[in-house]
């Protein structure tokens, strides 16, 4: 009966094991293939996220590109926000006392 034994790693010497491990594996496949789609997606999906960001207007509070510090819209949003204090003087009384 013939037996057939793999070699080891030390067999192999530990250069020729990893070269066989990294050339032969999922390595290069994942590395050359996976790893650039996975960038150009990413990249794409950016910049089209960037024009249509600027195309709708959104621009000033998403755009990783814009530049806030000098807009001035958000010092002014809470300056006009009287509205809400206007509903409480309007019956006289409050909180169920029924005053006229």
Known sequence: MLIVRKKTLGEYGTAMA???IIVGGYVVFIAKVIV???LLTSLILFIGGEVMMWVNGNYHYYSFFYN???DDDDDDDD???DDDDDDDDDDGGGGGSGGV
Request: aromatic share 8%.
């Open 18 to 20: 990893f070269e066989r």
């Open 36 to 38: 650039p789609v996975l």
């Open 68 to 70: 806030n510090e000098n």
């Open 79 to 81: 300056d006009n926000d």
